[in-house]
């Protein structure tokens, strides 16, 4: 159940993340109301979570998976481009996760 909160909490944090940009400095409403409780959701998910998996995997796992969503979000939503230096940094950072959590002992599956 820890893993589902993890992502969970990746899911509300890029949201809110997302609708940051929407919410144009805080002078919208509706955007800026997605994103108090996009946070607060992605906060209140990443503490259950870290009942059971140490906070430097879970932390590493929830901002990594966010940079990489974040990232694509930005690219299919708001038109920003990602370079190649982007694409090899994100690649960089999905195998970092994947190798702390594939051969890390500390993890708990």
């Given at each position: 159940?820890?893993w589902f ?24 409403l509706l ?79």
């Amino acid at each position: 159940m820890n893993w589902f909160y993890l992502g969970i909490a990746i899911v509300a944090e890029t949201t809110a993340t997302s609708a940051l940009k929407a919410s144009e400095g805080f002078t919208r409403l509706l955007p800026s109301i997605v994103v108090g409780v996009g946070y607060l959701v992605s906060f209140y998910c990443l503490s259950l979570t870290l009942r059971t998996i140490p906070v430097g995997i879970a932390y590493a796992i929830w901002s990594g998976v966010g940079i990489v969503l974040i990232s694509l979000i930005g690219w299919f939503a708001f038109g920003q481009s990602l370079d190649r230096p982007t694409i090899i940094g994100m690649g960089l950072i999905v195998s970092g996760v994947v190798i702390m959590n594939a051969f890390s002992k500390p993890v708990a599956h």
